[in-house]
C-alpha cells in the first residue's frame, strides 16, 4: 500500500518503512508523528482521491534524526552599478521513516510524541522550583519596596512653603522635592554637602542644581 501525504507544502508518496526528508517538524529521534494530510492512498491499481484529503487516513513516521539540507547560495549582481549580494541559507531537515499507513480511523500502533504532554511534565517539575524562588525573593522584594517608598528627608510640620518661588525649580520638581520630604525654603536652605550628595544620588538633580536653590532657599528663608 502506498499514501501521498501533504507536509512542509511539498507532497511526498510514501509506503510502510521509507526513508524520508521533510521539512523540520518539531519531535525528538525515536518520536512517533502522525500526517493527518492524505491526499491520496491505493494498493496496485486501486487508488482513492481526497477532496482535498482523504478522511480518517493517517501516516505514522518515526524520526530518525534532525538535520539540515546542503547550503543553497543564491547571489545577485547588478551590472555596471558595483552592487552585488551573496546569501546562503541551509533547509532544517527531519529524516522519518513511514512506520504506518491507517485508514478508516484507525488508531496507531505507537503513540505520536504528544507535545502538551510533556509541556505539563515540564511545567509540573518546575513549579515546585518556581514556588521556592518566589518564597524567598518575596521578603528581599518587601524590603526593597519599602526602602523605595520611604523618603530622603523627614519633612517638618507646619505650612510647606511654595518652593516653585526659587528659580530653577518648576511644579514638577516641587513635587518631586515634596515626595522626599523637602517642603519648606528653611529646609533646603540647612542642606548639608552630605545631603547634597545623597539628592544627586536619587534624585535627577545635579549637586550644582541643588547648591544654587540652596542659596536662593537661605535668602527666602530669612524674610
Known amino acids: 500500500m502506498f499514501a501521498v501525504i501533504k507536509t512542509g507544502g511539498k507532497q511526498y508518496r510514501v509506503a510502510a518503512n521509507d526513508l524520508l526528508k521533510i521539512e523540520k517538524v518539531e519531535a525528538n529521534v525515536g518520536d512517533i508523528v502522525e500526517i493527518g494530510h492524505v491526499l491520496a492512498h491505493g494498493e496496485g ?3 482513492t482521491f481526497g477532496a482535498p484529503f482523504v478522511d480518517g487516513a493517517l501516516v505514522t513516521a518515526e524520526v530518525v534524526e534532525q538535520g539540515k539540507n546542503r547550503t543553497v547560495i543564491a547571489f545577485k549582481k547588478r551590472r555596471r552599478q558595483n552592487s552585488r549580494r551573496k546569501i546562503g541559507h541551509r533547509q532544517l531537515l527531519t ?3 513511514i512506520a504506518e499507513i491507517l485508514l478508516g480511523g484507525a488508531k496507531p500502533a505507537k503513540k505520536a510524541a504528544v507535545k502538551a504532554e510533556a ?3 515540564v511545567a509540573a517539575e518546575a513549579a515546585p522550583k518556581e514556588a521556592k ?4 525573593a518575596a521578603p528581599k522584594a518587601e524590603v526593597t519596596a519599602e526602602t523605595a517608598a520611604a523618603p530622603l528627608f523627614k519633612a517638618p510640620k507646619g505650612e510647606p512653603d511654595d518652593l516653585t518661588v526659587i528659580k530653577g525649580i518648576g511644579p514638577v520638581a516641587a513635587k518631586d522635592l515634596n515626595e522626599q520630604g523637602i517642603i519648606t525654603f528653611a529646609q533646603l536652605a540647612k542642606l548639608t554637602d552630605k545631603d547634597v550628595a545623597k539628592i544627586d544620588e536619587h534624585m535627577p538633580f ?7 536653590w540652596r542659596e536662593q532657599a537661605k535668602e527666602l528663608a530669612k524674610k
Do not use: L
Request: charge should be neutral; glycine fraction near 0%; charged fraction near 50%.
Open 45 to 47: 491499481e486501486n487508488v
Open 95 to 97: 529524516t522519518v521513516r
Open 119 to 121: 509541556k505539563a511534565e
Open 133 to 136: 524562588a518566589k518564597k524567598e
Open 206 to 212: 545635579s549637586a550644582d542644581q541643588i547648591k544654587d
